[in-house]
Each structure stands twice: as structure tokens, then as C-alpha cells.
């Protein structure tokens, strides 16, 4: 799929936050397979949310190391090939979902054919003509869930992937996650992962380093 290093991801020592003096991650240190699903949990404000941020590359640690593929997770041979997919949606609320669709498949190796099939198969069909601005929330969150992972990646970082999420959706994106996790990385943070989703492999944060 690449020349480059498979994207494991590895933290080393890491010491960061968002205020000053108040770290949400303390000395954590853990490793991230290149294959397969791995799981992301803690308590509530145990630092699941820190962490997807420190994969992404916008939060810089305080001390220590984040590599993702050997490399800063903001370079520009990591960027690519990796996706991320915050909790909360953020969409164009004036635009459609088609829309989104179209746009998300200018991502390396998208298609719209593509795209517009995984919106079927999730329910959208009928929301396709809809400003995104109009959606329920679960409607919003399946078309986020695509609008993040359109095209090809090495790397998938999904956050709280099925709140809100119908049983059928659920049940498609963990097709797609077993799919994905055959030959790339699918990080998923989650407090209550279904019961079909196959988890390789557990980063608990309350035992990856300590609080502060
Ligand atoms: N974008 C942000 N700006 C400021 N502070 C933040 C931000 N994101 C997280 N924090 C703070 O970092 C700490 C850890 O929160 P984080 O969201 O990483 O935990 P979490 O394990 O994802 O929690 P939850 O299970 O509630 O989603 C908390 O004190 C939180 O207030």
C-alpha cells in the first residue's frame, strides 16, 4: 500500500496536556500496532481524547516522544496516509451530504462511487439531497464517520465511532473495521465496544503512565 514504515504508533515517556501544569497525560508510554483493532480505554478525562490528538499531530507532548510509522505524527509521509475521526461532527451545515461525499473523496485514493455506496449501506440513501445542517444526530454522525474515512490509509483513529449510531450502522462499520483491521491499523476508543467488533489489543489509560 506504501513504501514507507508500517504505522505503528509508539509513545514513549509522554508528558502532555492542554493548560499549563496540568497534564492528562503523565509518563505514558505504549505502542500501537501497525495491524489490527486496537482498543482505547480509561475512566471519563483519563486522556482517550489526548491521545487521538497526539496521533493527529496537533497536540505537541511536553516531554517525551510521539512516532507514528518512525516519524513526527505531522509529517508529511504520515499525513496521508492516516485518518482520524474526532467524536464530535464537524460539517458543513449549508452543504449537502452529497456534498461531503464529494469532497471527502478528494482524499489520496478516494472515489465518490465509492463513497456514495458506504452512505447506501448506512442509511443515508434518502439524505443525500439534505444540507448536513438539518441532520439528526446520528445521521450526522454516520455521514462523519465517512467524511473521515474516505480513500486509502494505513492508519484509522476512530473516536466514540458508534454513539448515536442505529443498530445496522453499528453493525457496518464494524464490518468495515474488521475489513480495514486485515492489513492496517484501526485505533478505536470506546466505552462500550460491540460485542462483533474483535479487539486485538487493549491501551488502558489508567495504566499506560500517570495522571496528573
Ligand atoms: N481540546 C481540549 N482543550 C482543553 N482541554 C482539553 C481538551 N481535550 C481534553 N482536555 C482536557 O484533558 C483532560 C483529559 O481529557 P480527554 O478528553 O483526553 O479524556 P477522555 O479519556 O477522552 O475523556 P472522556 O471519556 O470523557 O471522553 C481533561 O481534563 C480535559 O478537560
Known amino acids: 500500500m506504501s513504501d514507507g514504515e508500517p504505522l505503528a504508533v509508539r509513545l514513549d515517556q509522554v508528558t502532555a496536556g492542554w493548560i499549563e501544569g496540568k497534564p492528562a497525560l503523565r509518563s505514558a508510554s505504549l505502542t500501537i500496532a501497525a495491524r489490527g483493532v486496537t482498543g482505547v480505554v480509561g475512566p471519563n478525562g483519563s ?4 491521545l487521538v490528538e497526539l496521533i493527529s499531530g496537533y497536540l505537541r507532548p511536553w516531554q517525551g516522544t510521539v512516532q507514528v510509522g518512525g516519524a513526527a505524527p505531522d509529517s508529511g509521509s504520515v499525513r496521508s496516509r492516516r485518518r482520524i475521526c474526532r467524536t464530535a461532527p464537524a460539517l458543513f451545515g449549508l452543504m449537502t451530504v452529497r456534498d461531503h461525499l464529494v469532497l471527502s473523496a478528494r482524499a489520496p485514493g478516494g472515489d465518490l462511487d465509492v463513497q456514495v455506496r458506504r452512505a447506501e449501506r448506512l442509511g443515508l440513501g434518502p439524505w443525500l439531497d439534505e444540507n448536513a445542517g438539518t441532520l439528526s444526530s446520528g445521521t450526522a454522525k454516520k455521514l462523519w464517520y465517512l467524511f473521515c474515512t474516505a480513500g486509502d490509509f494505513e492508519l484509522v ?3 466514540e465511532p458508534f454513539n448515536a449510531l442505529d443498530l445496522g450502522a453499528v453493525d457496518v462499520v464494524v464490518d468495515e473495521i474488521v475489513r480495514w483491521a486485515e492489513d492496517r491499523a484501526v485505533v478505536v476508543v470506546a466505552h462500550q465496544p460491540p ?11 489508567e495504566t ?3 495522571r496528573g
Request: proline letters at 5%; hydrophobic letters at 50%; glycine letters at 14%.
Open 157 to 159: 483513529v476512530l473516536d
Open 195 to 205: 460485542a462483533g467488533l474483535p479487539v486485538e489489543a487493549v491501551v488502558d489509560l
Open 208 to 210: 499506560a503512565g500517570h
Open 47 to 50: 486522556g482517550k481524547s489526548t
